[in-house]
Nanobody, 125 residues
Framework: QVRLVESGGGLVQAGGSLTLSCAASGLTFSAFAMAWFRRAPGEDREFVAVIRRSGGSTYYADSVKGRFTISRDNAKDTVYLQMNSLKPDDTAVYYC??????????????????WGQGTQVTVSS
């Protein structure tokens, strides 16, 4: 059974930083592309970032490009999201997701087979 567990969320002031982690189990982690999505209050879930299986390629939503960095450690079955220069608009529940392939549809949530329970990130102004 696949399990994805996010951690690292919390309350931070605007301009601050947080690092989210997502520990995976029950899957061959290195065979999966891993992504982060987020859902702000009253909004649909949206794509944040994705990293390919080898970690060689990463892609970001325009809203976080230059501020967020996705990375992975295949030896630890963990994917990370380093978030810098946080803004109140980044307030959301952040989810990690796994997909056993990578293609141009990486930003569409319905392509991901497994999801974590989410971790809350709140950025105060």
């Amino acid at each position: 059974q696949v399990r994805l567990v996010e951690s690292g969320g919390g309350l931070v002031q605007a301009g601050g930083s947080l690092t989210l982690s997502c520990a995976a189990s029950g899957l061959t982690f290195s065979a999966f592309a891993m992504a982060w999505f987020r859902r702000a209050p009253g909004e649909d879930r949206e794509f944040v970032a994705v990293i390919r299986r080898s970690g060689g390629s990463t892609y970001y939503a325009d809203s976080v490009k230059g501020r967020f960095t996705i990375s992975r450690d295949n030896a630890k079955d963990t994917v990370y999201l380093q978030m810098n220069s946080l803004k109140p608009d980044d307030t959301a529940v952040y989810y990690c997701a796994a997909r056993n392939r990578f293609d141009s549809d990486y930003a569409h949530e319905y392509h991901y087979s497994d999801w974590g329970q989410g971790t809350q990130v709140t950025v105060s102004s």
